[in-house]
């Protein structure tokens, strides 16, 4: 089947956050042009249970291949999850276990397809083919690239450099990666600039063993521009997941970073071109930096929300941290009447871990109980159904 | 089943003819004294059709373990011998076809039971665990080992060096041949000095996976005490091959230069070592080297085809070079009489491939006609049956 090519639409494809196209550009422009339907595909290793917005990127790009007729293909690493790719790890990383792959899958999919179209989206998983794989089929990969090829690979410069173990089943990844190209007899792999190295093994074996040649789409990583480090890292467990709710999701964007606004802008929202650049000009024209958060997290919600939610969670942030009023829902907790300890009630509610993390937030003037600041720990609290606990801006707790 | 321990004769065999005992002479020494059966294995890759002297240094140390009631594998690694051990070699191997191996297999056994006890040797093959293995097996294998580990082994290291391409399947060389101890339950690996990373990597699994302390046992290659060169090689095809008739052997023998008599005496034979040195004596005080050579080549035709074919090849060795005679069996070529130019006549008797290599021979003195020197490309030869040509020492031809 012909697709009727968009010459619009793909131009818009060809550029929108991505950072570089290999062999060229207009190589893949001829062949979009040319009516041809492609399979492209995106990979993500199951290493954390949820996915963040660093991912975002790729699953705007993916739509709009997507949306000019192409088959999209995301393909769940549960068998390379196991191996764990070195990308920009300096120390050897722990494999998972089957069990937390399975935990860790569990939600992915839901959140994929709140961007990407579910009834055109396929997965694949690579253990399909990776657990029939024979020791032979492995080898016969290894033969096709040599060791001053894959050491090449810039992190493992690095842990060679630092003297920094590289375990042999970490030298493997690259080629198990480049093998799913294989596999799916893909047109075209879209993946962060951390993959690079990963997508041109899999473009090397597709010219050896299909005489294809795969197309390789990188995206940009959701880096702060001032210190170039990464946002968000499962790996490292700081970044805002799809699956958090409104609320959360809201509070995490305004607590980030100002210097990093118009990077998240640009790579995870979908906003156009032009309306980003007005807010990059109000953002050096000098206006607050909160106003322009607040129309980033709202924009952010209502992806992943919808629009309904997205206003509440502005209203919910507003309340609690703007007018100092308390929020709307405060989670409940039963305690009998009665004079409590400072120290104790907050063991007691669950606000604190322990009596001295207790003490500490007491003497860190972090503790109120029915709005009032309690800076001495061996104070004593009247406690009766209705009094709200609070520790530090967002944690709430009301006696039932 | 206990042995009964034989002090002289274990002393001897962990002594003679060994290079070295990892993790030392005296550990094993106490397992043997023990009285405990050990399961002893040396592993052969089948890349030629055939073993050479060379190889016998290690089976005469089999033979004394097999001679103290020991068991005895010969392991022939069909299945890695189609990756390629890198050992020593510069340049990436070409990996033989199956076909090649069956081959090179055929005459294996017979050869190794000139010197081993037929009723006492088990033969394994490799293929036999790794053609079962999955992609996952190796990959466990990879994730006990570091690049850097591996990266160290002195082969390795001279072709980064010189900038010569490592391909990838040979880095997996060392954990395939590793994982055989752990297959084979083995006790004990024999193998000569260049085998040691490859013997110590199989130590290092057995210690892993099986809890087990494989002793590794290193034999010395046979070299050139002057040159520090091999002095047979399988893969470069300069060997004497157990399989040669007892006058080709007893002819290679002669050649060797007069540099190795000793170390082949040492190596190539069982002799008492007490034996060896008085004939080392005898060359320091300037015995003719002819003579210990002829000793060398009998004793040698005697181990691989007893002693009346050493006595046979000694005869006409003898008769052939020292006394200048005719060898007693000329290969015959039936040719139409009539006069032939003498280029002609070494080309249609298939003495030599082309015309310009029969005039190079010429040129050289190296071609005889009826006895004659022929020394000028232009002669013509009157050719009858009967008529022998004779090109260099030892190659002849009559004509029927």
Known sequence: ??????????????????????????????????????TIYWGIDPTAPDIHLGHSTNLFVLRRFQRLGHKIIGLVGD??????????????????????IAKNLKNYKSQILKILDPKKTIFKFNSEWWEKMKASDLLMLDSLVTHQQI????????????????????????????????????????????QFFNMLMGRQFSKTLLRKEKFVITTPL??????????????????????????????????????VIIVCFKFCTDLEEDSVRRTELRLKS??????LKSELAYEIVKIYHGEKKAKEAEREFNQVFQKHELPKKIPEVILKAGEYNI???????????SKSE??????????????????????????????????????FKKIK
Do not use: C, W
């Not at 992190?155 to 294989?182: C, H, T």
């Open 79 to 100: 068998y390379t999850a196991r191996i764990g790719d070195p990308s920009g790890r300096t120390t050897i990383r722990i494999p998972l276990t089957r069990l937390q």
């Open 222 to 259: 959701l880096e702060n521009p001032k210190t170039g480090k990464k946002l968000m890292s499962k790996s490292e467990g700081n970044y805002i997941s799809m699956n958090n709710d409104p609320n959360k999701m809201y509070g995490k964007v305004m607590a980030l970073a100002d210097d």
């Open 358 to 395: 207790a003490r500490r937030l007491v003497i860190g003037k972090a503790v109120r109980a029915g709005g009032k600041l309690i800076d001495d720990f061996k104070d004593t609290i009247k406690v009766s159904p209705g009094l709200v606990v609070q520790v530090g801006k967002r944690h």
């Open 286 to 291: 000098g206006e607050n930096p909160r106003n």
């Open 151 to 194: 050491i090449e690979r810039d992190m493992f410069q690095k842990r060679i450099a630092d003297k920094n173990p590289i375990s042999e089943m970490e030298i493997q990844y690259p080629l198990l990666q480049g093998y799913d190209s294989v596999a799916l007899k893909t047109d075209v792999e879209v993946g962060g600039t951390d």
């Open 1 to 38: 089947m012909k697709l009727k090519p968009k010459k619009d639409l793909i131009k818009e494809a060809l550029t929108k956050q991505i950072a570089g196209i290999i062999p060229s550009r207009e190589a893949l422009q001829k062949v979009l042009e040319s009516g041809k339907k492609l």
């Open 343 to 353: 120290v104790d009630l907050l063991t007691a509610t669950g606000m604190a871990p």
